[in-house]
C-alpha cells in the first residue's frame, strides 16, 4: 500500500515538479497550495507524512506545524519542512514548532526521499512501539485478572475477597460505616458431583454465580470462597438490611432449576450473616469467623435457612460438613 503525502507548496512551478517526483517515487500524494487548505485536509484525511513549504501567502509554514503538532488527531504526522532559507536559526524555529526534519531549497530528488524513508520509518518503529506497549498493557491486566478471578464461576476468588475485606474493614473503622459481610453454602450440593459428575457441579456453580452477580450494587463483591460456599462483602449495609439482600438471594438459589439425564434439580442453601458492629475488635478475620459461625449454625438447625451473627454461637462446635 502506498504511503499517503500532503504536499504544501504554493508555487505552481515548485508544485508540479516535486508532486510529479513524490509520486514517480511510488507515493501517494495530495497538492494543496495554502496552509489553511493543508489544515483542512490534514483534519479531514490525515496522511502519512506532510512535506510543508514554510513561505506561504496565507499562514507561513511554522504556524501550520505549530497547530498540526498541538491537536491530537494530527501531532503524530511527521513533518518535513522545505524552504529556500536556509539560515540556522529558521531551522531552529523549525524543529522547535514540532518539524520532524528540515530540508533547504533547492533539494535533490535522492535527498527528499531519503528524508522521507527516514521519517516514515520512524513514524511506523513508533507506531510499533505503542502497539507492543498496548498489547503488554492488555497482557497484563489479563494477568492481573487471573490471579484474582475465579476460572470456574468467573467471580472474585478468595484471594481478590481478602484483599478488598482488610481494606473495607480499615475504611469502615476509620469512618464509623457500617460493614456487612454474607456467607453462602449449597446445602447437600456433593450429592450433584456424586449423581450426576463434576461437569453438572460446575455447571451449578455458574448458574448460581451469574444469580449472585445479577442482583448485587456495584460497590457489593461476590467471590467464591472455595468449593461451593460463596461470600459477599456489603459496604455501607448493616445485619437487617443485609438479611433483606440474603432473603432474595436464597430464594434466587431455590428457583433455579438444573436439568441433568433428564432430570430436574433444585438446591437450596445456607446463610449466615455479620456486621462489624458485633465485633468488640473489627477485623476482616474476626468478620469472617462471625460470619462463618452464623453460617454453620443455619446448617445445624436444619439447612436451607438464613441466620444472624449473635455472640453465644462462638460456644457452639462448628464441625457439620
Not at 531549497?105 to 524513508?117: D, G, N, V
Not at 494477568?143 to 481478602?162: H, K, M, Y
Amino acid at each position: 500500500m502506498k504511503a499517503r503525502l500532503l504536499l504544501v507548496e504554493d508555487s505552481a512551478t515548485q508544485g508540479t515538479q516535486t508532486k510529479s517526483e513524490l509520486e514517480h517515487l511510488g507515493y501517494d500524494v495530495r497538492w494543496v497550495k495554502s496552509g489553511i487548505e493543508a489544515l483542512k485536509w490534514a483534519r479531514q484525511d490525515p496522511p502519512d507524512l506532510i512535506v510543508l513549504d514554510v513561505v506561504m501567502d496565507d499562514i507561513d509554514g511554522f504556524a501550520v506545524c505549530r497547530w498540526l503538532k498541538l491537536h491530537n488527531g494530527t501531532r503524530d504526522i511527521p513533518v518535513i519542512m522545505l524552504t529556500v532559507r536556509d539560515e540556522i536559526d529558521d531551522r531552529v524555529h523549525g524543529l522547535q514548532v514540532g518539524a520532524d526534519d528540515y530540508l533547504p531549497k533547492p533539494f535533490s530528488q535522492r535527498e527528499l526521499e531519503a528524508r522521507i524513508f527516514a521519517a516514515l520509518r520512524s513514524k511506523s518503529t513508533q507506531a510499533e512501539l505503542v502497539e507492543r506497549n498496548r498489547q503488554l498493557e492488555s497482557m497484563l491486566h489479563h494477568v492481573e485478572s487471573l490471579a484474582i478471578t475465579d476460572p470456574l464461576t468467573g467471580l472474585f476468588n478468595r484471594r481478590r475477597f481478602a484483599d478488598v475485606l482488610r481494606r473495607e474493614v480499615a475504611v469502615t473503622r476509620r469512618y464509623k460505616n457500617s460493614l456487612a459481610l454474607l456467607m453462602i453454602d449449597l446445602d447437600h450440593f456433593k450429592t450433584i458431583n456424586d449423581r450426576f459428575g463434576h461437569d453438572a457441579g460446575d455447571a451449578v456453580l455458574r448458574a448460581i454465580a451469574a444469580a449472585l452477580s445479577s442482583g448485587l450494587r456495584e460497590v457489593d463483591l461476590a467471590a467464591r470462597y472455595g468449593g461451593e460456599e460463596f461470600a459477599i462483602i456489603m459496604p455501607h449495609t448493616t445485619k437487617p438490611n443485609a438479611e433483606i439482600v440474603a432473603q432474595r438471594i436464597a430464594a434466587q438459589i431455590g428457583s433455579l432449576v438444573h436439568e441433568f439425564q433428564g432430570e430436574k434439580v433444585s438446591l437450596t442453601a445456607s446463610l449466615g450473616i455479620a456486621d462489624v458492629a458485633d465485633l468488640s475488635e473489627p477485623s476482616a478475620e474476626n468478620l469472617v469467623k462471625a460470619a462463618d459461625v452464623a453460617l454453620y449454625e443455619a446448617k445445624r438447625a436444619g439447612r436451607n435457612r438464613i441466620v444472624l451473627f449473635e455472640e453465644h454461637m462462638l460456644s457452639a462446635p462448628t464441625n457439620l460438613d
